[in-house]
């Protein structure tokens, strides 16, 4: 039996709605071989003073060749990267990987307010990793932060923000919405030429701890499989409507996109 295989490289989220843990049910929603890199721990909680722990370069490094030696990958994901070493690191290896299909989710920001990439390392990002990218997949706020600019507050702006994003070299940009107040969740899809809007009902709740995670590893489940970009995104934007659809509240504030939503509903 041949699998597609997926590699994501980002962040251990403990309470397992985002990050790896998010990225890992995606996987195996989708039925690819999933493995993971963990960069750093993300451990937030009111009992520790430390929340965050940074992974070591050569635990990083171990991490990706021992998944590329042993299963090899079709589609390699980044999400949480924290610093400029392990960006410079990860870009090198993903050059060295030769896998083509590469998903890069700039995460700086998590929903529970914790910064997940340090200042300093925005501008190495810009430069050595979305020029590898097949698709960057900035929220609002991202995007702005990114480009120093305002964060776009309506479609067109959003669109100025993808063609800006488009030149510092992915293949495509995909501008998420989801925070815009219109009675839509829109996102924008460019590929240097065109754009493609992308349309789904707004869900009205607060629980979507590591939708965009999910939506990414998504992206790269589909691509990893063979579809087209076109595809990949389509689908995952449904899959991902479906997982803050049916959204998990443990009644300790924000809750988890559940991923099992769209198995459980469409097949």
Same mark, same amino acid.
Request: negative net charge.
């Given at each position: 039996?041949?699998?597609?295989?997926?590699?994501?490289?980002?962040?251990?989220?403990?309470?397992?709605?985002?990050?790896?843990?998010?990225?890992?049910?995606?996987?195996?929603?989708?039925?690819?071989?999933?493995?993971?890199?963990?960069?750093?721990?993300?451990?937030n909680n009111s009992r520790t003073e430390q929340g965050i722990f940074t992974q070591s370069l050569?635990?990083?490094?171990?991490?990706?060749?021992?998944?590329?030696?042993?299963?090899?990958?079709?589609? *390699?994901? #980044?999400?949480?990267?924290?610093? %400029?070493?392990?960006?410079?690191?990860? +870009?090198? !290896?993903? =050059?060295? /990987?030769?896998v083509k299909k590469i998903v890069v989710d700039p995460v700086m920001i998590g929903k529970m307010g914790s910064q997940l990439l340090k200042d300093d390392a925005i501008e190495t990002m810009?430069?050595?990793?979305?020029?590898?990218?097949?698709?960057?997949?900035?929220?609002?706020?991202?995007?702005?932060?990114?480009?120093?600019?305002?964060?776009?507050?309506?479609?067109?702006?959003?669109?100025?923000?993808?063609?800006?994003?488009?030149?510092?070299?992915?293949?495509?940009?995909?501008?998420?919405?989801?925070?815009?107040?219109?009675?839509?969740?829109?996102?924008?899809?460019?590929?240097?030429?065109?754009?493609?809007?992308?349309?789904?009902?707004?869900?009205?709740? *607060?629980? #979507?701890?590591?939708?965009?995670? %999910?939506?990414?590893?998504?992206?790269? +489940?589909? !691509?990893? =499989?063979? /579809?087209?970009?076109?595809?990949?995104?389509?689908?995952?934007?449904?899959?991902?409507?479906?997982?803050?659809?049916?959204?998990?509240?443990?009644?300790?504030?924000?809750?988890?996109?559940?991923?099992?939503?769209?198995?459980?509903?469409?097949?």
């Amino acid at each position: 039996m041949t699998m597609a295989r997926t590699l994501t490289v980002a962040g251990s989220a403990s309470q397992g709605s985002a990050g790896i843990q998010a990225d890992l049910k995606t996987f195996q929603e989708l039925e690819v071989y999933g493995m993971s890199a963990i960069t750093a721990i993300v451990a937030n909680n009111s009992r520790t003073e430390q929340g965050i722990f940074t992974q070591s370069l050569d635990s990083i490094e171990a991490q990706v060749h021992a998944s590329l030696e042993h299963v090899g990958s079709d589609a *390699i994901k #980044t999400g949480m990267l924290f610093t %400029t070493e392990i960006i410079d690191l990860i +870009a090198q !290896l993903i =050059k060295d /990987s030769g896998v083509k299909k590469i998903v890069v989710d700039p995460v700086m920001i998590g929903k529970m307010g914790s910064q997940l990439l340090k200042d300093d390392a925005i501008e190495t990002m810009k430069e050595k990793l979305f020029p590898l990218a097949s698709i960057i997949t900035p929220n609002l706020n991202e995007a702005g932060r990114i480009l120093e600019d305002k964060v776009p507050e309506e479609p067109e702006e959003m669109k100025e923000a993808a063609k800006a994003l488009h030149q510092l070299g992915p293949e495509y940009v995909l501008v998420k919405g989801g925070s815009l107040t219109t009675h839509q969740a829109v996102d924008i899809l460019y590929d240097g030429n065109e754009f493609k809007e992308l349309y789904a009902e707004r869900v009205e709740t *607060i629980h #979507t701890s590591g939708a965009g995670c %999910t939506y990414s590893a998504a992206i790269a +489940a589909e !691509l990893a =499989k063979g /579809s087209s970009m076109e595809q990949a995104v389509d689908f995952a934007k449904n899959f991902v409507t479906e997982a803050i659809r049916h959204s998990l509240s443990f009644g300790r504030g924000i809750g988890s996109t559940n991923h099992a939503a769209y198995r459980k509903n469409y097949k």
